[in-house]
């Protein structure tokens, strides 16, 4: 168990800065996930994290000790990585027990243990298959068991659930989340897949180029993204261009978009004084076009539309040309909208503003 710290990490790799200066307090027992596309530095944090990476600058603490040049395996990290990591020709049991034999516990204490996680992550009696023999989900609950037995200080795991097909991948986030809840382990979980981010965290790092763009709860993050990138990355969003007009009783300021007035929150300045209205596609209303569009309300085109059930998702050409994404939940309302509908949407005041340079 611990409370991780970054101080200033850096990385570069000759003239390239791939980590540009990360500084967090992770607290003890929280799931943290580092989320960000390709190439944003993802794994090379969480590398720096196990000890296989030696930083360029910064220092990583464990508790109060200073961790940043001690080896990988005397700091007490269990690692779970994407493509499982397996020893091929070792049982179930044995791959599991490695981290236990390395430490040199007892067979006793082996013999106890091996079993007690097999149960949790659900392979009770599975022990004398080999890797070849289990399926992908299995193989990573393998994983899984091999990496808690060590009762770790530290959980890391990169994007531990790609090699999965989809509705395994949604189990086994209840599966790693639960069994974290039950072990209170401190983990680092890196992931390009938001949906995952926002279903199983406790705080969400969402990266950009090296750096934190923003950090915080999920529904903190998804309701309050600071910028245009997190907006994008985190869920969906609409972005039109947006001009400041004034300010507002309750922080709700005014602001001038496709000709209309549009009243939300700023979530930060614009040293430029440009700016881009972010909306939810659930927090935008649609309905026929049967009367001229009021204030805060855009007229547009329906260019197509899903039905999915308990929710339809429209896309709307708005008069000026610029495309937005609408979705409803039930169908009282809009069952009555079709292909090719002139309508107008109305942009709720949960709407937010952010400076247009972000993007
Ligand atoms: N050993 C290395 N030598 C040189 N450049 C490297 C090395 N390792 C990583 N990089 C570069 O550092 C940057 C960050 O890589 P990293 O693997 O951390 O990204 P990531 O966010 O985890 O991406 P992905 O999701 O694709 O794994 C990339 O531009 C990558 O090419």
Same mark, same amino acid.
């Given at each position: 168990?611990? $409370?991780?710290?970054?101080?200033?990490?850096?990385?570069?790799?000759?003239?390239?800065?791939?980590?540009?200066?990360?500084?967090?307090? &992770?607290?003890?027992?929280?799931?943290?996930?580092?989320?960000?596309?390709?190439?944003?530095?993802?794994?090379?944090?969480?590398? &720096?994290? %196990?000890?296989?990476?030696?930083?360029?600058?910064?220092?990583?603490?464990?508790?109060?000790?200073?961790?940043?040049? #001690?080896?990988?395996?005397?700091?007490?990290?269990?690692?779970?990585?994407?493509?499982?990591?397996?020893?091929?020709?070792?049982? #179930?049991?044995?791959?599991?027990?490695?981290?236990?034999?390395?430490?040199?516990?007892?067979?006793?204490?082996?013999?106890?243990?091996?079993? $007690?996680?097999?149960?949790?992550?659900? @392979?009770?009696?599975?022990?004398?298959?080999?890797?070849?023999?289990?399926?992908?989900?299995?193989?990573?609950?393998?994983?899984?068991?091999?990496?808690?037995? &060590?009762?770790?200080?530290?959980?890391?795991?990169?994007? =531990?659930?790609?090699?999965?097909?989809?509705?395994?991948?949604?189990?086994?986030?209840?599966? &790693?989340?639960?069994?974290?809840?039950?072990?209170?382990?401190? !983990?680092?979980?890196?992931?390009?897949?938001?949906?995952?981010?926002?279903?199983?965290?406790?705080?969400?790092?969402?990266?950009?180029?090296?750096?934190?763009?923003?950090?915080?709860?999920?529904?903190?993050?998804?309701?309050? =993204?600071?910028?245009?990138?997190?907006?994008?990355?985190?869920?969906?969003?609409?972005?039109?261009? %947006?001009?400041?007009?004034?300010?507002?009783?309750?922080?709700?300021?005014?602001?001038?978009?496709?000709?209309?007035?549009?009243?939300?929150?700023?979530?930060?300045?614009?040293?430029?004084?440009?700016?881009?209205?972010?909306?939810?596609?659930?927090?935008?209303?649609?309905?026929?076009?049967?009367?001229?569009? #009021?204030?805060?309300?855009?007229?547009?085109?329906?260019?197509?539309?899903?039905?999915?059930?308990?929710?339809?998702?429209?896309?709307?050409?708005?008069?000026?040309?610029?495309? @937005?994404?609408?979705? !409803?939940? /039930?169908?009282?309302?809009?069952?009555?909208? /079709?292909?090719?509908?002139?309508?107008?949407?109305?942009?709720?005041?949960?709407?937010?503003?952010? =400076? $247009?340079?972000?993007?």
């Amino acid at each position: 168990m611990a $409370e991780l710290i970054l101080q200033d990490i850096r990385k570069s790799y000759g003239n390239a800065e791939v980590l540009k200066g990360i500084s967090r307090r &992770i607290a003890d027992g929280t799931f943290f996930t580092l989320l960000g596309p390709s190439g944003c530095g993802k794994t090379t944090l969480l590398r &720096i994290i %196990a000890g296989f990476v030696s930083p360029t600058q910064g220092a990583v603490h464990f508790n109060k000790e200073d961790i940043t040049r #001690v080896s990988p395996h005397h700091r007490g990290v269990g690692m779970v990585f994407q493509d499982y990591a397996l020893f091929p020709d070792k049982n #179930v049991f044995d791959n599991v027990a490695y981290g236990l034999r390395a430490r040199k516990l007892s067979s006793k204490e082996v013999q106890r243990k091996v079993p $007690e996680y097999l149960e949790k992550v659900g @392979l009770s009696g599975l022990g004398s298959r080999l890797p070849a023999e289990m399926s992908g989900g299995q193989r990573q609950r393998v994983a899984l068991a091999r990496a808690l037995v &060590i009762e770790p200080r530290v959980l890391l795991m990169d994007e =531990p659930l790609s090699n999965l097909d989809a509705s395994l991948r949604v189990q086994m986030r209840d599966v &790693i989340r639960s069994l974290q809840l039950e072990t209170r382990t401190t !983990t680092i979980f890196v992931t390009h897949d938001q949906e995952e981010a926002l279903a199983m965290s406790d705080e969400i790092a969402v990266m950009k180029n090296g750096r934190i763009d923003q950090c915080g709860a999920p529904t903190d993050v998804y309701r309050n =993204p600071q910028t245009a990138y997190v907006s994008r990355f985190v869920g969906s969003a609409n972005l039109l261009p %947006a001009e400041f007009l004034a300010h507002g009783e309750g922080g709700m300021d005014r602001y001038r978009v496709q000709g209309t007035l549009v009243a939300g929150r700023t979530m930060d300045v614009a040293k430029n004084g440009r700016y881009m209205m972010v909306a939810r596609p659930e927090n935008i209303t649609i309905r026929m076009k049967n009367s001229e569009p #009021v204030d805060g309300e855009l007229e547009g085109r329906i260019a197509s539309l899903q039905f999915q059930g308990y929710r339809t998702s429209f896309h709307v050409v708005l008069k000026s040309g610029e495309d @937005l994404h609408v979705e !409803t939940v /039930g169908e009282a309302e809009t069952s009555a909208l /079709g292909r090719g509908d002139n309508v107008i949407v109305s942009i709720g005041e949960k709407c937010l503003f952010v =400076p $247009e340079a972000s993007a």
